[in-house]
Protein backbone atom coordinates (compact mmCIF):
# COMPACT_ATOMS: atom_id res chain seq x y z
CA UNK A 1 0.00 0.00 0.00
CA UNK A 2 2.67 2.64 0.86
CA UNK A 3 4.62 1.77 -2.48
CA UNK A 4 1.31 2.12 -4.55
CA UNK A 5 0.72 5.56 -1.90
CA UNK A 6 4.11 6.94 -3.77
CA UNK A 7 3.47 5.84 -7.42
CA UNK A 8 0.43 8.36 -6.71
CA UNK A 9 2.33 10.80 -5.36
CA UNK A 10 5.22 10.70 -7.96
CA UNK A 11 1.53 10.99 -11.03
CA UNK A 12 0.23 13.84 -9.34
CA UNK A 13 3.67 15.77 -8.79
CA UNK A 14 4.41 15.29 -12.64
CA UNK A 15 0.92 16.27 -13.58
CA UNK A 16 1.24 19.72 -11.40
CA UNK A 17 4.27 20.52 -13.31
CA UNK A 18 3.41 19.90 -16.97
CA UNK A 19 -0.11 21.52 -15.87
CA UNK A 20 1.70 24.53 -14.45
CA UNK A 21 4.25 24.61 -17.89
CA UNK A 22 0.57 24.38 -19.55
CA UNK A 23 -1.39 27.41 -17.92
CA UNK A 24 1.71 29.27 -18.69
CA UNK A 25 2.18 28.73 -22.49
CA UNK A 26 -1.61 29.64 -22.29
CA UNK A 27 -1.69 32.88 -20.30
CA UNK A 28 1.29 34.24 -22.58
CA UNK A 29 -0.63 33.05 -25.78
CA UNK A 30 -3.31 35.00 -24.27
CA UNK A 31 -1.87 38.11 -23.85
CA UNK A 32 -0.16 38.07 -27.56
CA UNK A 33 -3.62 37.31 -28.84
CA UNK A 34 -5.58 39.16 -26.73
CA UNK A 35 -6.36 42.44 -29.15
CA UNK A 36 -6.38 40.45 -32.17
CA UNK A 37 -9.90 38.63 -32.00
CA UNK A 38 -12.50 40.06 -34.04
CA UNK A 39 -16.04 38.38 -35.45
CA UNK A 40 -17.20 40.19 -38.90
CA UNK A 41 -20.94 40.15 -40.60
CA UNK A 42 -20.70 42.59 -43.29
CA UNK A 43 -24.48 42.59 -44.78
CA UNK A 44 -23.38 45.46 -47.29
CA UNK A 45 -25.76 45.14 -50.54
CA UNK A 46 -26.98 47.81 -53.60
CA UNK A 47 -30.38 48.06 -55.99
CA UNK A 48 -30.85 50.05 -59.13
CA UNK A 49 -33.90 52.34 -58.94
CA UNK A 50 -35.01 52.99 -62.58
CA UNK A 51 -36.63 55.96 -64.17
CA UNK A 52 -40.27 55.94 -64.86
CA UNK A 53 -40.85 54.07 -67.85
CA UNK A 54 -42.89 51.81 -69.92
CA UNK A 55 -40.72 48.28 -70.50
CA UNK A 56 -40.00 47.33 -67.33
CA UNK A 57 -42.69 46.26 -64.49
CA UNK A 58 -40.25 47.16 -61.88
CA UNK A 59 -38.73 49.95 -60.82
CA UNK A 60 -35.87 48.40 -58.94
CA UNK A 61 -33.52 45.95 -59.73
CA UNK A 62 -31.25 43.81 -57.83
CA UNK A 63 -27.66 43.39 -57.18
CA UNK A 64 -25.90 41.73 -59.93
CA UNK A 65 -26.97 42.22 -62.65
CA UNK A 66 -26.58 44.63 -65.92
CA UNK A 67 -28.42 47.33 -66.14
CA UNK A 68 -29.09 50.33 -69.18
CA UNK A 69 -27.06 53.60 -68.09
CA UNK A 70 -29.85 55.77 -69.43
CA UNK A 71 -32.49 54.48 -67.27
CA UNK A 72 -30.86 54.33 -63.68
CA UNK A 73 -32.23 57.08 -61.52
CA UNK A 74 -30.09 56.39 -59.03
CA UNK A 75 -27.68 53.56 -57.66
CA UNK A 76 -29.52 52.92 -53.88
CA UNK A 77 -26.44 51.49 -51.53
CA UNK A 78 -26.80 49.97 -47.69
CA UNK A 79 -23.68 49.71 -45.93
CA UNK A 80 -24.29 47.22 -43.24
CA UNK A 81 -21.21 46.70 -41.72
CA UNK A 82 -20.88 45.08 -38.02
CA UNK A 83 -17.76 43.98 -36.29
CA UNK A 84 -17.16 43.03 -33.05
CA UNK A 85 -14.39 42.46 -30.61
CA UNK A 86 -14.59 39.00 -28.43
CA UNK A 87 -11.79 40.51 -25.75
CA UNK A 88 -15.16 42.97 -25.06
CA UNK A 89 -12.20 45.70 -25.59
CA UNK A 90 -13.14 48.95 -26.72
CA UNK A 91 -12.70 49.44 -30.33
CA UNK A 92 -11.49 53.17 -31.33
CA UNK A 93 -12.80 54.01 -34.74
CA UNK A 94 -13.55 56.31 -37.73
CA UNK A 95 -15.41 56.05 -40.84
CA UNK A 96 -16.32 58.26 -44.16
CA UNK A 97 -17.95 57.36 -47.25
CA UNK A 98 -16.84 58.64 -50.33
CA UNK A 99 -17.26 58.83 -54.10
CA UNK A 100 -14.87 59.82 -56.74
CA UNK A 101 -14.53 60.18 -60.29
CA UNK A 102 -11.55 58.93 -62.42
CA UNK A 103 -11.29 59.26 -65.95
CA UNK A 104 -8.97 56.99 -67.98
CA UNK A 105 -7.55 57.47 -72.04
CA UNK A 106 -5.38 54.61 -73.64
CA UNK A 107 -7.92 52.02 -72.58
CA UNK A 108 -7.69 52.65 -69.55
CA UNK A 109 -4.17 52.61 -69.01
CA UNK A 110 -3.73 56.47 -67.91
CA UNK A 111 -5.20 58.34 -65.38
CA UNK A 112 -6.07 61.89 -66.66
CA UNK A 113 -8.83 63.00 -64.29
CA UNK A 114 -10.27 62.06 -60.90
CA UNK A 115 -13.00 64.34 -58.90
CA UNK A 116 -14.07 63.02 -55.04
CA UNK A 117 -17.17 63.82 -53.22
CA UNK A 118 -17.13 63.73 -49.49
CA UNK A 119 -20.31 62.21 -48.80
CA UNK A 120 -20.04 61.61 -44.92
CA UNK A 121 -17.54 61.32 -42.30
CA UNK A 122 -17.84 60.34 -38.81
CA UNK A 123 -14.72 60.59 -36.25
CA UNK A 124 -13.72 59.10 -33.31
CA UNK A 125 -16.30 56.65 -31.40
CA UNK A 126 -15.07 54.43 -28.87
CA UNK A 127 -17.04 51.05 -28.75
CA UNK A 128 -16.44 47.57 -28.31
CA UNK A 129 -17.88 47.25 -31.14
CA UNK A 130 -18.65 48.50 -35.01
CA UNK A 131 -22.03 48.90 -36.00
CA UNK A 132 -22.59 51.05 -39.15
CA UNK A 133 -26.00 51.35 -41.25
CA UNK A 134 -25.83 54.15 -43.74
CA UNK A 135 -28.16 54.26 -46.80
CA UNK A 136 -27.10 56.41 -49.58
CA UNK A 137 -29.09 56.94 -52.74
CA UNK A 138 -26.88 57.99 -55.04
CA UNK A 139 -27.60 59.97 -58.17
CA UNK A 140 -26.23 58.30 -60.95
CA UNK A 141 -27.51 61.19 -63.92
CA UNK A 142 -25.76 63.81 -61.93
CA UNK A 143 -22.40 62.29 -61.79
CA UNK A 144 -22.56 60.92 -65.52
CA UNK A 145 -23.69 64.67 -66.31
CA UNK A 146 -20.45 65.55 -64.63
CA UNK A 147 -18.73 63.59 -66.77
CA UNK A 148 -20.27 64.51 -69.98
CA UNK A 149 -19.54 68.62 -69.25
CA UNK A 150 -15.87 67.28 -68.87
CA UNK A 151 -15.78 65.73 -71.70
CA UNK A 152 -17.33 68.47 -74.01
CA UNK A 153 -14.90 71.08 -72.14
CA UNK A 154 -12.37 68.76 -73.04
CA UNK A 155 -13.31 67.48 -76.24
CA UNK A 156 -12.27 63.94 -75.53
CA UNK A 157 -13.43 60.53 -74.99
CA UNK A 158 -12.65 59.09 -71.64
CA UNK A 159 -12.78 55.83 -69.99
CA UNK A 160 -14.61 56.80 -66.39
CA UNK A 161 -15.43 54.58 -63.16
CA UNK A 162 -17.62 56.21 -60.32
CA UNK A 163 -15.81 54.84 -57.44
CA UNK A 164 -18.16 54.92 -53.91
CA UNK A 165 -16.29 53.18 -50.88
CA UNK A 166 -16.82 52.94 -47.53
CA UNK A 167 -13.09 53.65 -45.35
CA UNK A 168 -13.18 52.37 -41.62
CA UNK A 169 -10.26 53.38 -39.60
CA UNK A 170 -9.19 51.77 -36.19
CA UNK A 171 -6.73 53.58 -33.99
CA UNK A 172 -6.36 56.02 -37.07
CA UNK A 173 -5.44 53.63 -39.30
CA UNK A 174 -7.08 52.64 -42.91
CA UNK A 175 -7.68 49.32 -42.09
CA UNK A 176 -11.04 47.84 -44.03
CA UNK A 177 -13.37 49.18 -46.73
CA UNK A 178 -16.30 48.08 -48.75
CA UNK A 179 -15.92 49.22 -52.58
CA UNK A 180 -18.80 49.54 -55.56
CA UNK A 181 -16.78 50.07 -58.92
CA UNK A 182 -19.57 51.67 -60.97
CA UNK A 183 -18.37 52.61 -64.87
CA UNK A 184 -20.34 56.21 -66.42
CA UNK A 185 -19.20 56.24 -70.21
CA UNK A 186 -20.88 52.47 -71.28
CA UNK A 187 -24.61 52.10 -72.07
CA UNK A 188 -24.91 48.96 -70.46
CA UNK A 189 -23.09 48.51 -67.22
CA UNK A 190 -22.46 46.09 -64.32
CA UNK A 191 -21.87 47.20 -61.19
CA UNK A 192 -19.28 45.35 -58.38
CA UNK A 193 -18.54 45.33 -55.06
CA UNK A 194 -16.04 43.78 -52.89
CA UNK A 195 -14.77 44.49 -49.02
CA UNK A 196 -10.96 44.26 -48.28
CA UNK A 197 -10.73 42.04 -44.81
CA UNK A 198 -6.57 41.99 -45.11
CA UNK A 199 -6.66 43.87 -41.54
CA UNK A 200 -8.87 41.28 -40.01
CA UNK A 201 -6.48 37.93 -41.89
CA UNK A 202 -3.66 39.52 -40.69
CA UNK A 203 -5.33 40.04 -36.26
CA UNK A 204 -7.40 36.43 -36.70
CA UNK A 205 -5.97 33.97 -33.29
CA UNK A 206 -4.05 31.24 -34.94
CA UNK A 207 -3.84 27.73 -33.74
CA UNK A 208 -1.22 27.41 -31.23
CA UNK A 209 0.27 23.81 -32.29
CA UNK A 210 2.28 23.76 -29.87
CA UNK A 211 -0.48 23.90 -26.74
CA UNK A 212 -1.87 20.81 -28.76
CA UNK A 213 1.34 18.96 -28.66
CA UNK A 214 1.85 19.62 -24.79
CA UNK A 215 -1.76 18.37 -24.46
CA UNK A 216 -1.25 15.51 -26.37
CA UNK A 217 2.18 14.61 -24.65
CA UNK A 218 0.01 14.93 -21.05
CA UNK A 219 -2.07 12.32 -21.94
CA UNK A 220 0.11 10.42 -23.91
CA UNK A 221 2.65 10.73 -20.80
CA UNK A 222 -0.05 9.88 -17.93
CA UNK A 223 -1.02 7.08 -20.06
CA UNK A 224 2.62 5.58 -20.51
CA UNK A 225 3.28 5.93 -16.76
CA UNK A 226 -0.32 4.52 -15.50
CA UNK A 227 0.57 1.49 -17.14
CA UNK A 228 4.07 1.03 -16.07
CA UNK A 229 3.31 1.76 -12.53
CA UNK A 230 0.33 0.37 -12.02
CA UNK A 231 -0.01 -2.61 -14.54
CA UNK A 232 -3.25 -2.65 -15.33
CA UNK A 233 -3.00 -5.83 -16.77
CA UNK A 234 -0.38 -7.19 -14.04
CA UNK A 235 -0.79 -10.96 -12.84
CA UNK A 236 -1.91 -9.20 -9.56
CA UNK A 237 -4.54 -7.00 -10.75
CA UNK A 238 -6.31 -9.76 -12.42
CA UNK A 239 -5.55 -12.08 -9.93
CA UNK A 240 -7.30 -9.89 -7.48
CA UNK A 241 -10.06 -9.60 -10.16
CA UNK A 242 -11.12 -13.09 -10.73
CA UNK A 243 -10.48 -14.12 -7.13
CA UNK A 244 -13.72 -15.60 -6.77
CA UNK A 245 -13.00 -18.21 -8.95
CA UNK A 246 -9.73 -19.27 -7.63
CA UNK A 247 -9.54 -22.18 -4.89
CA UNK A 248 -6.00 -22.22 -3.27
CA UNK A 249 -5.71 -25.87 -2.03
CA UNK A 250 -3.41 -27.15 0.49
CA UNK A 251 -1.85 -30.28 -1.29
CA UNK A 252 -0.49 -29.86 -5.48
CA UNK A 253 -2.49 -31.83 -7.31
CA UNK A 254 -1.26 -35.11 -8.85
CA UNK A 255 -1.17 -35.45 -12.30
CA UNK A 256 -1.95 -38.82 -13.93
CA UNK A 257 -2.41 -37.83 -17.56
CA UNK A 258 -0.02 -37.20 -20.47
CA UNK A 259 -2.55 -34.62 -21.24
CA UNK A 260 -0.44 -31.16 -19.69
CA UNK A 261 -1.06 -27.72 -21.38
CA UNK A 262 1.00 -25.44 -20.06
CA UNK A 263 -0.43 -21.81 -20.67
CA UNK A 264 1.84 -18.72 -20.91
CA UNK A 265 -0.69 -16.10 -20.13
CA UNK A 266 -2.98 -15.77 -17.04
CA UNK A 267 -5.95 -14.11 -19.15
CA UNK A 268 -6.18 -17.74 -20.99
CA UNK A 269 -6.39 -19.80 -18.22
CA UNK A 270 -9.41 -17.25 -16.84
CA UNK A 271 -11.26 -17.76 -19.80
CA UNK A 272 -10.69 -21.12 -20.06
CA UNK A 273 -12.84 -21.19 -15.96
CA UNK A 274 -15.17 -19.08 -17.57
CA UNK A 275 -16.12 -21.28 -20.39
CA UNK A 276 -16.11 -24.17 -18.78
CA UNK A 277 -17.76 -22.99 -15.37
CA UNK A 278 -15.12 -24.27 -13.56
CA UNK A 279 -13.10 -23.07 -10.60
CA UNK A 280 -8.91 -22.45 -10.71
CA UNK A 281 -6.69 -24.39 -8.47
CA UNK A 282 -4.26 -22.81 -6.75
CA UNK A 283 -1.26 -24.25 -4.79
CA UNK A 284 1.88 -21.60 -4.38
CA UNK A 285 1.31 -19.34 -7.24
CA UNK A 286 0.89 -22.92 -9.96
CA UNK A 287 -2.70 -22.78 -10.94
CA UNK A 288 -4.51 -25.47 -12.18
CA UNK A 289 -7.70 -26.14 -14.15
CA UNK A 290 -8.40 -30.34 -14.94
CA UNK A 291 -11.24 -31.21 -17.62
CA UNK A 292 -11.75 -34.42 -18.55
CA UNK A 293 -8.30 -35.74 -17.40
CA UNK A 294 -6.31 -32.55 -19.31
CA UNK A 295 -4.42 -30.61 -17.07
CA UNK A 296 -4.31 -26.43 -17.88
CA UNK A 297 -1.10 -25.27 -15.95
CA UNK A 298 -0.25 -22.17 -15.50
CA UNK A 299 2.70 -21.06 -13.20
CA UNK A 300 3.29 -17.34 -11.53
CA UNK A 301 6.56 -15.69 -12.75
CA UNK A 302 8.34 -13.91 -9.85
Known amino acids: MQGKR ?34 LKNKSYYEVTLKPNIYFF ?5 ANNYYIASSIKSVDIYFNYYLKNKTKEPI ?10 KSYADNGTKLIWTK ?72 IIKITMKEDNAFLK ?34 EVILKKYQDIIITIQNQPDIHSDNVIYLTNLKDLINISINNNI ?10 IIIDN ?7 KN
Open 58 to 62: KNKIK
Open 294 to 300: TYYIYIL
Open 202 to 235: SNTQKIDYNIIIIVLSIILFITFVSKILFKEDSE
Open 92 to 101: NYSYDITATL
Open 116 to 187: DFNLKNINNINQKEINIEENYNLDYQYYANYVQSFQEYYSIKTETYLYVKLNIKINNKTNLYVLLTIPINDN
Open 6 to 39: KKILIILSIILLIGTLLLKELSINKKIQKNNLYQ
Open 279 to 288: NILNYQNNYY
